[in-house]
């Protein structure tokens, strides 16, 4: 079920936790730095845990507009996808 809080808690993490993070290290940069986000392949389709794929997109996104921002400066900015892994 979708209730108010688990979307706030989701995009909590994975949202507002990104960019405070992003916000410090850019305040603190040197000549140059790296931003690496974590998405997964839920940002696309993800039955079941839409607000979880939604937040990841939005981390997408952001990772995108950050990347355009911060390029003078010398910090680049991606965001990797994992796919399926299987354990041994």
């Given at each position: 079920t979708i209730t108010q809080k688990v979307?706030?808690?989701?995009?909590?993490?994975n949202?507002?936790?990104?960019i405070l993070m992003t916000r410090e290290f850019i305040k603190h940069r040197g000549d140059?730095?790296?931003i690496i986000n974590i998405s997964t392949d839920a940002s696309?389709?993800?039955?079941?845990?839409?607000t979880y794929g939604a937040s990841k997109a939005t981390l997408e996104a952001l990772t995108r507009s950050i990347t355009h921002e911060e390029a003078q400066?010398?910090?680049?900015?991606?965001c990797i996808t994992h796919g399926i892994?299987?354990?041994v």
């Open positions: 979307i706030d808690d989701t995009f909590a993490v949202v507002r936790g990104s140059y730095g790296r696309q389709i993800f039955a079941g845990q839409i400066y010398d910090i680049t900015v991606n892994t299987h354990s």
